[in-house]
């Protein structure tokens, strides 16, 4: 096994950096070296010797046991969907050293499914959070999110940092998500991430965290031209069969600016693809 191919050692590496000794009760001595925790402080916590956690952090041990990886993310302070990833990475790390291809094009079906909700926006992504379908009323409301961009590209620019009242949250937010659902051997994932570690600080300050998260339901707050923030709740559902997609969905709490804003765009859709209306591009 290749250095490249650690997955999952890469991600143990930087999650020891970040657990300072006091938050696993390590009475830390003024003379140490390491910013977290040392590897033999991590193998003891999880009842592993040190030796086999050396291996695990270099990639010499692709075939870690549930319960080991169990044990490492108690010691790290891991919840439950960061061991999730783990035994995700493990996997990875096990699999045949071939890189996968790039992002699958929607699936069969979703398309018209998308297109069939149109009392609220919805999108389909990938797992590299390229838009690959939007309803009209998602082209709508979030007109630079049309089937081609990409969330993230979107998030880390200038109009993004501009759009979203809770940018700094949302990034972090994204970025985890990218990296729980994301293949690191997919080449557009590595686009994906290659691009914006050179574009943008703060994505490279994020992404080197190793944070995961699930992305389920999730508040957005948003500014829309002149108009003062408005509150959104996003929903984001896995679509079965292994492609990484989802499907994801904006509502607002009914009576709240956002209800109203929603509203709003539902009838001017409703003007636009009217029989003789042009239609939205």
């Known amino acids: 096994m290749t250095p490249t191919s650690a997955h999952l050692g890469a991600y143990l590496r930087a999650r020891r950096a970040l657990v300072r000794p006091t ?29 086999y956690y050396l291996r695990l952090e270099q990639g010499r041990d692709r075939r870690p046991s549930h ?14 969907v960061a061991v999730e990833h783990m035994h995700r990475l493990a996997r990875l790390d096990d699999d045949a050293p071939f890189p996968a291809t790039a992002s699958a094009p929607v699936l069969e079906g979703l398309t018209g499914l998308v297109d069939g909700l ?25 007109p630079r999110l049309l089937p081609g961009s990409n969330l993230l590209f979107e998030h880390f620019s200038t109009r993004g940092r501009a759009d979203a009242v809770a940018w700094t949250d949302d990034a972090h937010r994204a970025v985890a998500n ?13 686009e994906v991430v290659g691009t914006l570690a050179i ?3 703060t994505f490279r300050s994020l992404w080197a965290r190793h944070d995961v998260e699930r992305q ?3 508040p957005v707050r948003m500014r829309f031209g002149t108009s003062g923030p408005l509150d959104f709740v ?6 079965p069969g292994g492609s990484g997609q989802s499907l994801i969905t904006m509502t607002a709490e009914s009576g709240t600016a956002g209800a109203r804003f929603l509203q709003r765009a539902k009838e001017r859709l409703q003007t636009v693809t009217a029989p003789g209306a042009e239609h939205v591009a």
């Open 67 to 80: 319960q080991v990886l169990t044990a490492i993310g108690r010691a790290l302070l891991l919840g439950p």
């Open 118 to 142: 149109t009392d609220l926006p919805a999108l389909v992504v990938s797992a590299e959070q390229d838009v690959l379908a939007a309803n009209l009323l998602a082209q709508l409301v979030r």
């Open 199 to 201: 574009r943008d600080e």
């Open 216 to 218: 389920v339901t999730w």
């Open 234 to 239: 996003c929903h984001s559902l896995t679509v």
């Open 23 to 51: 938050d696993v009760a390590i009475i830390a001595s003024r003379t140490r070296r390491v910013p977290g925790l040392r590897r033999s402080e991590v193998a003891q916590l999880a009842g592993i010797s040190q030796e």
């Open 178 to 190: 990218l990296r729980f659902h994301g293949d690191p051997r997919s080449a557009r994932y590595q």
